[in-house]
């Protein structure tokens, strides 16, 4: 059973530019969650989609967003890209909202130079 | 927000060692899970608990879901190599019959003693 898979691996950035991260969950899952990885802040949630509506927010600025499509895949973009934004993104998918246990992928590693 | 406090940061193991780490809050949660991640990988769930008292095993690791349900611990029992890498606890809160989101601790990162 293929798991979690996120598009690209590794991605490189300037400042002021918009990335898209993509993600497909675990087949038959149907809720994706994005969490941001960082070393000083550790893991933090992002949002979660489940039939492609937006169930939840973490505290993040208006330029995180996403979306989901009707096979359950997930798009996450950021736009207008801080240096800040350097870090880890991970998507984890489940059968429901906030239904445990969520499995992750391997994540998009995005560098902003 | 609701933070989660996991100890220790870190330790170093020498290999045949038991392995204790263990995670608290100020705050109930109904749910927990363990997570190991390695370097270049995401999260792998190692154990899930969903009821206070609960003792789960998965092989060489046991995890415990706290009576007072602000805690949880996990232990590894005679550790090998590739027990090395960075466990994170993360809990789940109920909110007016409604799940909240995972909130992750720090992580406890796990070397091999010089």
């Known amino acids: 059973k293929a798991g979690v898979t996120q598009t690209p691996r590794y991605l490189i950035k300037t400042r002021g530019q918009q990335v898209t991260l993509s993600c497909s969950p675990i087949?038959?899952?149907?809720?994706v969650s994005w969490y941001q990885q960082t070393p000083g802040q550790g893991l933090q949630f992002l949002f979660e989609?489940?039939?492609?509506?937006?169930?939840n927010k973490g505290n993040f600025p208006g330029r995180f967003s996403g979306r989901q499509f009707s096979n359950s895949r997930s798009e996450m973009n950021v736009s207008t890209l801080e240096l800040g934004d350097s870090a880890l993104y991970l998507c984890a998918s489940s059968f429901a909202p906030n239904h445990q246990p969520q499995h992750f992928g391997d994540g998009t590693r995005l560098s902003i130079l | 927000g609701q933070q989660l406090n996991q100890s220790p940061q870190s330790m170093f193991i020498q290999e045949g060692e038991d392995v204790s780490m263990n995670c608290t809050s100020s705050?109930?949660?109904?749910?927990w899970l363990w997570y190991k991640q390695d370097p270049g990988e995401g999260p792998v769930l190692l154990i899930a608990?969903?009821?206070?008292?609960e003792l789960t095993s998965n092989g060489r690791l046991t995890a415990q879901f706290g009576i007072t349900r602000k805690d949880s611990f996990l232990n590894i029992s005679a550790s090998i190599p590739s027990d090395v890498g960075i466990y994170f606890c993360?809990?789940?809160?109920?909110?007016?019959?409604?799940?909240?989101?995972?909130?992750f601790g720090k992580g406890t990162k796990l070397s091999v003693k010089p």
């Open positions: 608990l969903y009821k206070a008292g």
């Open positions: 993360a809990g789940q809160q109920s909110y007016g019959g409604s799940q909240g989101n995972l909130i």
């Open positions: 087949s038959g899952h149907r809720s």
């Open positions: 705050s109930i949660f109904n749910t």
């Open positions: 989609y489940f039939s492609e509506t937006q169930r």
